[in-house]
């Protein structure tokens, strides 16, 4: 099997290659925080699927998808605007806000799961999370996730206070995984995606850009202040800054 993801891995295009090395990287980092700051492992566990959610999906936010509240001081500011115009203000809306984040990455979680997951790898699994469960955890998880990075929450007790490898507990009545059960779907979502993605034989790829030990700084105005091919109305200010330096 390590053959086969290898091999799939590699033979990703390099924008998705990158970004499941991101994800396998908050991974590896989550395993070694759990010994020492388990709220933190919780929210990278996480953030490993989250990142892929972010830039690999094809998820379209829509307009009940916005902050309630927000939405609804729109919708009465607009109350007398026309209908086209209105929509136009909203699809703005929409383009410029990060929308929908928790749904995004449950939607984007459920679809890299599959039925193995629930069927032959979950047979040495304590209670496993069942499939009409796991979009609540899912819920669960993120909402403990924003909780940790937004206000320093600690993850709930449960969590890390019971014996054994359940891979889930309920929290507050609800669902929730564990460690052992995120950790689990985090695998699982990373190894799907890769086999899913699609491959490609051969790909134009600068990687001199991509070595390590380089920084990337600004030219010194003195080497290119001279130059007017350069200049235009866009460029004013940056000329102006790098005459008075």
């Not at 500011?77 to 809306?93: G, M, S, T």
């Not at 449950?106 to 599959?114: G, H, K």
Request: charged share 25%; net charge neutral; proline share 4%.
């Amino acid at each position: 099997y390590l053959n086969q993801f290898v091999s799939d891995l590699m033979a990703l295009d390099r924008e998705s290659y990158e970004g499941v090395i991101r994800a396998i990287r908050r991974y590896v980092i989550g395993t070694h925080r759990i010994s020492d700051d388990v709220n933190l492992a919780y929210a990278l566990f996480v953030m490993s699927i989250e990142s892929l959610a972010q830039n690999f999906d094809e998820f379209e936010p829509a307009w009940d998808d916005y902050d309630m509240r927000k939405r609804k001081l729109i919708d009465d500011a607009l109350d007398e605007a026309p209908q086209k115009i209105a929509e136009n203000v909203r699809n703005a809306v929409l383009n410029n806000e990060h929308v929908a984040i928790a749904r995004r990455f449950r939607e984007f979680t459920l679809d890299n799961i599959s039925n193995g997951f629930f069927r032959d790898e979950a047979r040495k699994a304590t209670y496993p999370i069942s499939r009409p469960d796991l979009k609540i955890a899912l819920q669960q998880a993120y909402a403990i996730r924003s909780g940790y990075v937004h206000q320093l929450k600690e993850i709930p007790r449960l969590l890390v206070g019971m014996p054994g490898f359940h891979e889930t507990i309920e929290v507050d009545g609800k669902p929730t995984l564990t460690f052992a059960g995120l950790t689990r779907v985090a695998r699982h979502v990373i190894k799907t995606f890769v086999a899913r993605a699609k491959k490609v034989e051969s790909e134009e790829f600068d990687w001199r850009k991509k070595l390590p030990g380089q920084l990337t700084m600004q030219i010194a105005p003195q080497h290119w202040i001279g130059n007017p091919t350069g200049f235009s109305s866009a460029t004013a200010q940056k000329y102006l800054d790098g005459l008075l330096c």
